[in-house]
């Protein structure tokens, strides 16, 4: 299988790979059993660490916060499929060309999941999709930096899915039903991608001198964004006031911190880099044998700040591009409400026959 002949394949290199997601499987089969016993309120759900389904009475304030997040999530994994589809055409070999591909398409699938899945809180995807065409919804800040050489492929997948599978495997166990299910297979996927990314920068690694330095360079540029995608700091003194995730926390959506899971991630990092031969762009890295944790440097957050007040190399280009395929696919979209509203009348008179 590609990606498995570099290392043990059965050393996991990412977070899907650790039986945490066949955990989250497992405990939702249980928890849904329970579920009758211990009383369907909202409240009663979360003590008993139920799912909440879509039927349930939920506070308001939690609908909302769900669909900010989820929607968020949705637009990251569309505009995400920018920056490497701009490398489909220039793939290096058919075999990259045809990964890339199936990579990207992938991409779109997880934003359809999580897209019907933020529809179960009663918006439509077509006023998310205007709220982030209008730039009143969020998408990850990753995705506003360019691709700019082939390895560039390869620190998304190593460090931005990477990244996200870190931040994706404790939502497999999310209070809302619906999300968490969206999320059993997307980090299925991620895993899978996370795996090609790394066998690019494997590959280019043991290349040529200039292929080397490309991908050192993509690691150089990919590091510090990808540490910057789990969120402002939240723990200690460091913590951004006006955060969500100490509610969020409480209500079982996020189950981590996003230090807590920005640490996680370098741990599992910091090997693998000594593995691939590139050195992370931080001289402040050190093993510390009294946390049993790797410390890292500073990360300068007014960059976070600036990207995400529109002020990021690709923000514009990224919601130009996306509101003009938009644009472009809204002949696909008349089609298929016509069949679809054609298929419901013929159904309907099927059923008076
Ligand atoms: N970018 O209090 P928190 C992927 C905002 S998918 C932009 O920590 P929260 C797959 C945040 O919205 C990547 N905004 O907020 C792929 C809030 O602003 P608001 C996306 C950010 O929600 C790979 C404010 O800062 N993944 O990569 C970011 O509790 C390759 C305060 O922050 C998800 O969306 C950021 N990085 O925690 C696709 C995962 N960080 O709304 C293609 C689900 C923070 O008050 C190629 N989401 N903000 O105006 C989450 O887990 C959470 O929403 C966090 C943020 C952890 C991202």
Same mark, same amino acid.
């Given at each position: /299988?590609?990606?498995?002949?570099?290392?043990?394949?059965?050393?996991?290199?990412?977070?899907?790979?650790?039986?945490?997601?066949?955990?989250?499987?497992?405990?939702?089969?249980? @928890?849904?059993?329970?579920?009758?016993?211990?009383?369907?309120?909202?409240?009663?759900?979360?003590?008993?660490?139920q799912r909440i389904e879509p039927r349930d009475e939920m506070p308001e304030a939690y609908r909302k916060t769900l669909i900010r997040q989820?929607?968020? $999530?949705?637009?990251?994994?569309?505009?995400? /499929?920018?920056?490497?589809?701009?490398?489909?055409?220039?793939?290096?070999?058919?075999?990259?060309?045809?990964?890339l591909m199936a990579k990207v398409q992938d991409e779109a699938g997880h934003g359809l999941y999580l897209y019907a899945a933020a529809e179960t809180l009663g918006v439509d995807r077509a006023e998310l999709l205007d709220l982030l065409h209008s730039g009143k919804q969020k998408y990850s800040s990753i995705f506003n930096y360019p691709t700019l050489t082939w390895a560039d492929n390869g620190a998304i997948g190593w460090l931005v899915d990477g990244a996200a599978i870190m931040n994706q495997v404790p939502l497999c166990r999310c209070s809302y039903g619906p999300y968490a299910r969206a999320m059993i297979r997307v980090c299925k996927e991620e895993s899978f991608h996370q795996r090609q990314g790394?066998?690019?920068l494997w590959t280019l690694s043991r290349g040529t001198a200039a292929q080397k330095d490309m991908a050192q360079d993509a690691a150089n540029r990919?590091?510090?964004?990808?540490? /910057? /995608?789990?969120?402002?700091?939240?723990t200690g003194d460091a913590a951004t006031?006006?955060? $969500? @995730?100490?509610q969020s926390m409480a209500w079982g959506i996020k189950r981590f911190s996003n230090d807590d899971l920005r640490q996680k991630f370098v741990d599992m990092t910091v090997p693998q880099a000594a593995k691939l031969g590139l050195t992370l762009p931080d001289p402040d890295l050190r093993f510390n044998e009294? @946390?049993? $944790?790797?410390?890292?440097?500073?990360?300068?957050?007014?960059?976070l700040w600036r990207v995400l007040k529109g002020d990021g190399a690709c923000n514009a280009e990224r919601i130009e591009r996306r509101v003009g395929a938009h644009h472009e696919g809204a002949w696909v979209r008349e089609a298929a409400n016509a069949y679809a509203a054609r298929h419901d009348l013929g159904q309907q008179q099927e059923y008076v026959a």
């Amino acid at each position: /299988m590609y990606g498995n002949d570099f290392i043990d394949p059965d050393e996991p290199l990412n977070a899907a790979e650790f039986g945490d997601v066949d955990d989250a499987v497992a405990a939702a089969a249980t @928890t849904a059993a329970q579920r009758a016993e211990g009383g369907s309120s909202f409240e009663a759900l979360l003590a008993a660490d139920q799912r909440i389904e879509p039927r349930d009475e939920m506070p308001e304030a939690y609908r909302k916060t769900l669909i900010r997040q989820i929607a968020q $999530h949705a637009h990251s994994e569309i505009i995400g /499929m920018q920056p490497e589809g701009n490398w489909i055409s220039r793939a290096p070999s058919l075999r990259r060309k045809a990964i890339l591909m199936a990579k990207v398409q992938d991409e779109a699938g997880h934003g359809l999941y999580l897209y019907a899945a933020a529809e179960t809180l009663g918006v439509d995807r077509a006023e998310l999709l205007d709220l982030l065409h209008s730039g009143k919804q969020k998408y990850s800040s990753i995705f506003n930096y360019p691709t700019l050489t082939w390895a560039d492929n390869g620190a998304i997948g190593w460090l931005v899915d990477g990244a996200a599978i870190m931040n994706q495997v404790p939502l497999c166990r999310c209070s809302y039903g619906p999300y968490a299910r969206a999320m059993i297979r997307v980090c299925k996927e991620e895993s899978f991608h996370q795996r090609q990314g790394f066998e690019i920068l494997w590959t280019l690694s043991r290349g040529t001198a200039a292929q080397k330095d490309m991908a050192q360079d993509a690691a150089n540029r990919w590091w510090w964004p990808a540490l /910057m /995608m789990f969120g402002p700091p939240d723990t200690g003194d460091a913590a951004t006031t006006g955060g $969500h @995730t100490a509610q969020s926390m409480a209500w079982g959506i996020k189950r981590f911190s996003n230090d807590d899971l920005r640490q996680k991630f370098v741990d599992m990092t910091v090997p693998q880099a000594a593995k691939l031969g590139l050195t992370l762009p931080d001289p402040d890295l050190r093993f510390n044998e009294e @946390t049993g $944790h790797w410390d890292f440097g500073a990360i300068d957050w007014s960059e976070l700040w600036r990207v995400l007040k529109g002020d990021g190399a690709c923000n514009a280009e990224r919601i130009e591009r996306r509101v003009g395929a938009h644009h472009e696919g809204a002949w696909v979209r008349e089609a298929a409400n016509a069949y679809a509203a054609r298929h419901d009348l013929g159904q309907q008179q099927e059923y008076v026959a």
